[in-house]
């Protein structure tokens, strides 16, 4: 099993909803990412977990709020989002730290905020 | 040819021709570099890696070549094809306490019937 699953493919939310984003992987990986990508841009990085530890929040806005269950699990909570918030949200997952190994995407959610 | 502008980088290539697809990258301690494929709708798809220590690195129908005096990596689709239509990211291991991810700015590689 080399996938990592995100769930849902699609939301729309308004800004003053709370909704979260799922991420699963089950190739024992330890390390799993939250970027943002928007139209014609190349993915940004906002979070990184290591080991189920944050360990890189690239000065990301509180309304996004990273968790991490498991080694397998990864959430991203939304609240009171702006409409500039709207972009594909992206989950990935490698290794760990270690050199040489490859990052593993997701399809995205295509996150819609009115 | 290949146009650069206010939106994202485009290459057009006749199909069977090859494609070279160039990515320059920030930090000269990047020791790991990744070439992804993104179609639309969709997350980005592995393509090719290539390590520091390796100036060139051969797939099937690809190749990336690595020079890192001038932290350059370009990616090489022979005989291209109407499927790999798509947009190209570079993708650059940067250790900041942990490791993380850079990506480049993306190409998208049009191919002409």
């Known amino acids: 099993d080399t996938e990592v699953t995100q769930t849902p493919k699609h939301l729309v939310m308004g800004m003053t909803n709370k909704k979260s984003l799922k991420c699963e992987q089950h190739?024992?990986?330890?390390?799993m990412y939250w970027y943002k990508q928007k139209a014609k841009k190349p993915p940004e990085l906002m979070f990184v977990?290591?080991?189920?530890?944050?360990?890189i929040n690239e000065s990301v806005p509180s309304r996004f709020s990273p968790e991490c269950p498991n080694s397998s699990l990864l959430n991203l909570h939304l609240h009171a989002l702006q409409p500039e918030d709207s972009a594909l949200y992206l989950c990935?997952?490698?290794?760990?730290?270690?050199?040489?190994?490859?990052?593993?995407f997701g399809s995205g959610t295509q996150l819609s905020v009115l | 040819g290949e146009s650069v502008g206010l939106h994202l980088p485009t290459l057009s290539v006749q199909e069977g021709d090859n494609s070279i697809i160039n990515c320059a990258y920030s930090n000269s301690a990047s020791d790991y570099f990744i070439w992804y494929k993104q179609e639309s709708g969709k997350g980005p798809q592995f393509i090719i890696d290539?390590?520091?220590?390796?100036d060139k690195r051969q797939g099937q129908r690809v190749t990336v070549l690595l020079n890192k005096t001038v932290k350059h990596l370009s990616l090489q689709i022979a005989a291209t094809q109407p499927g790999d239509s798509a947009v190209y990211f570079c993708a650059e291991k940067v250790a900041s306490g942990t490791y993380k991810y850079i990506f480049g700015t993306g190409t998208r590689l049009k191919v002409l019937a």
């Open positions: 190739m024992g990986h330890r390390a």
């Open positions: 290539i390590r520091s220590n390796m």
């Open positions: 977990y290591s080991y189920e530890k944050l360990s």
């Open positions: 990935a997952s490698s290794q760990g730290a270690v050199p040489g190994e490859k990052l593993f």
